[in-house]
């Protein structure tokens, strides 16, 4: 089989996963878009901050012009390393979810995953809502999570040198696993697919969702992060909350 026989096939396999898993590649993607400008703007937008100076200062002013400063805002490698990150992620926690979910007595186990990932999102969807409220004390695992970032950030340091090209990549590929909350509720979701193909290309579509609001940050830099992401909470609450009803309906689907 040829290399043009072996696209043609991957294609059809990816057209037969959309049809069949449209609503759940539909809510990775959503959540995303809402998660990428409430959340993620202002947990990786400093990193894209980051890239845009380095790649910008390396510019001679008589070479800089508009095209220029598009194609090092864009920073379009660290997003491709970033979606890199999550199919993977998204492929093997799918993968384990569906042989461990076809094992006697935990057939259950896409239902709960999904059901999980509703929480996650009615929580977002709450915290919006409810943003007057005192914040919860910290727990541990948040210290495990700044422990694992402060890990993941030190190996990625020297890519900040010069993130072009490959280092700009496989600096994406790296921050992509620093952990939040968002994303463990986009894992849960891909991983109810039970299959590699399904999380990766759902886990695929949740980094597209994110894209534009850190595209926004890289552009024009915090200021229009925050005027975007305060546009975009005044609805962000009922767009997660639709996301919930949609995940907790299809766990409903799987028990009927």
């Given amino acids: 089989m040829d290399a043009l ?27 995303g878009l809402v998660g990428g400008t409430t959340h993620c703007a202002g947990m990786c937008g400093p990193f894209v901050l980051a890239q845009v100076s380095a790649r910008l200062e390396r510019v001679p002013l008589s070479a800089m012009s508009e095209f220029r400063r598009l194609t090092g805002a864009a920073v379009l490698p660290y997003h491709a390393g970033r979606a890199t990150t999550y199919a993977l992620v998204g492929a093997l926690s799918a993968s384990v979810a569906g042989h461990v979910g076809a094992l006697p007595g935990l057939r259950w186990l896409s239902v709960a995953l999904l059901a999980l990932a509703a929480l996650f999102f009615l929580g977002y969807a709450a915290r919006g809502v409810l943003s007057w409220l005192p914040k919860a004390p910290s727990l541990g695992g948040n210290r495990v999570q700044r422990w694992w970032s402060e890990r993941v950030s030190g190996l990625a ?32 979701v891909a991983a109810a697919s039970g299959s590699a193909l399904t999380g990766a290309l759902g886990m695929a579509a949740f980094a597209l969702g994110t894209v534009p609001s850190l595209l926004a940050v890289g552009l024009a830099g915090h200021i229009a992060g925050r005027t975007w992401r305060t546009a975009v909470a005044r609805v962000a609450p009922a767009i997660m909350l639709v996301n919930a009803g949609v995940l907790g309906w299809m766990a409903w689907k799987l028990v009927a």
């Fill in 157 to 188: 340091r020297p890519l900040f040198g010069n993130p072009t090209g490959w280092r700009g990549y496989g600096l994406g590929v790296a921050l992509g696993f620093i952990p939040c909350g968002m994303l463990y509720g986009a894992i849960a």
């Fill in 5 to 31: 026989s072996l696209l043609d096939a991957g294609l059809n396999q990816c057209a037969v996963v959309i049809d069949r898993d449209g609503g759940l590649l539909l809510a990775l993607l959503t959540a």
